[in-house]
Nanobody
Framework: QVQPVESGGGSVQPGGSLRLSCVVS????????MGWFRQGPGKEREGVIS???????TYGDSVKGRFTISKDREKRTLYLQMNSLKPEDTAMYYC??????????WGQGTQVTVSS
């Protein structure tokens, strides 16, 4: 059973950093066909970053230059390094995996709160 599990969320002041982790046991595709999404209070779900089946990466406009993705294939873990955080980055962050449109597997999410 493939199940993404997110961790690393928390509270941070504006300008701070956090690193989120997504462990996906039982998953193949070399950690491709994955993505990070977020949903803030009263907002629709937003794509943060996506990795296609070839490993190509697409960042959302709102996070370009601030967020970076990395992989540890041995640990089956996808990381999201978030720098220069802003209050508008406050959201529940979700990890998704799978090559079908809309992804096959979703995690439960990890909360990120950016406030002074």
């Amino acid at each position: 059973q493939v199940q993404p599990v997110e961790s690393g969320g928390g509270s941070v002041q504006p300008g701070g950093s956090l690193r989120l982790s997504c462990v996906v046991s039982g998953y193949t595709y070399w950690l491709n066909c994955m993505g990070w999404f977020r949903q803030g209070p009263g907002k629709e779900r937003e794509g943060v970053i996506s990795i296609d089946i070839y490993g190509g990466t697409t960042y959302g406009d709102s996070v370009k230059g601030r967020f970076t993705i990395s992989k540890d294939r041995e640990k089956r873990t996808l990381y999201l390094q978030m720098n220069s955080l802003k209050p508008e980055d406050t959201a529940m962050y979700y990890c998704a995996a799978g090559c079908k449109p809309g992804y096959n597997y979703w995690g439960q999410g990890t909360q990120v709160t950016v406030s002074s």
